[in-house]
């Protein structure tokens, strides 16, 4: 572990631009890189990525979405008490034909019960273009199942949204460091003050 306050010179040489940042050296190659803050979960998913090779080339790892959401998202959600329907098809209305497309995550208070929300996960947002298509996406779902909120999601961290018929904003972002040191309950809580 090196402290890049106190290691300008290997800060620069390897391009840290932002702490935390986590390098994979393999006999001295770097073999791929995370920034920000990593729960448990993905931690034991990328030193498992590691040691079976499957992380190669220098660049930014990030799992896919399925194993995002079993290692850091459905323990987050059933830490709050809720379960937690996978791949639900959802019927869109679009311009002169429906559309169909699948709903990452579903989450319910109780069985048989309306959803409380829903969840687009997404393996990463590189900027506010990504956010705002992975939000519009789940905008649409969200309203063919009449819901007032959505939540976009991705190992960096939570987006909570109100939504009606004719729009959608981001009421809050909460960062993964966020969620794992003082926030783990406040999505929820935001999310029954939003239904």
């Known amino acids: 572990m090196v402290q890049i306050d106190h290691a300008a010179f290997l800060s620069e040489q390897w391009g840290v631009v932002a702490s935390p940042t986590l390098m994979v050296f393999v006999h001295a190659d770097r ?5 920000g803050f990593l729960p448990d979960g993905l931690l034991n998913l990328l030193a498992d990525d590691v040691i079976q ?3 190669t080339d220098d660049s930014y790892w ?3 979405e399925e194993r995002f959401e079993d290692a850091a998202l459905i323990p987050l959600i059933q830490s709050w008490g809720l379960t937690v329907q996978r791949q639900v098809a959802c019927a869109l209305a679009g311009q002169n034909r429906a559309q169909r497309g699948r709903i990452d995550l579903l989450l319910y208070k109780h069985a048989g019960q309306p959803p409380l929300t829903l969840i687009e996960s997404k393996r990463q947002i590189r900027g506010n273009e990504d956010l ?3 939000a519009h996406q789940a905008y649409g779902y969200a309203r063919s199942l009449t819901l007032t909120s959505f939540i976009v999601a991705t190992p960096r961290g939570l987006w909570i949204y109100r939504c009606d018929s004719e729009r959608f904003h981001c009421v809050r972002h909460f960062t ?3 969620l794992h040191q003082q926030a783990p309950n406040r999505p929820y809580d935001l999310l029954r003050q939003l239904r």
Do not use: N, R
Not at 31 to 35: F, H, L, S, T
């Open 132 to 134: 705002q298509a992975a």
């Open 53 to 55: 090779g499957a992380v």
């Open 176 to 178: 993964s460091l966020e």
């Open 31 to 35: 073999q791929g890189q995370v920034i």
């Open 62 to 64: 990030s799992p896919v």
